[in-house]
């Protein structure tokens, strides 16, 4: 992964104060989420701090969660609203059916 040249100003991370480029964070989070790599292995290799890229996953991984409990919460909605529109078709379709045997004798 080719991450930007640019670099932040100093910040503190953790226990340590360095120069981290531009979406390392997310590009970490990445690795460690998506990718399948250990999170002490992209910690040494981008130079980050355990402990804060630990947090950040942490962070990512609850967001993420938050975000999939709304999605279920507004699956069920239209689920609910399907269902009740679905019983109604059911319903009209039978009156039609009974009105169209009513209205159309059979020609036996």
Known sequence: ????????SLIITGWRIGCRPKGSRSSAVKMVLEEGI??????????IDLMA??????KERQTTSSKDQESMKDLLLVNRKLEEENKRLKMEREILKKAMAYLVPSQS
């Open 1 to 8: 992964m080719i991450l930007p040249n640019k670099t932040d």
């Open 38 to 47: 250990e999170a002490k292995d992209v910690a040494s290799r981008l130079g």
């Open 53 to 58: 890229l630990r947090r950040w996953t942490n």
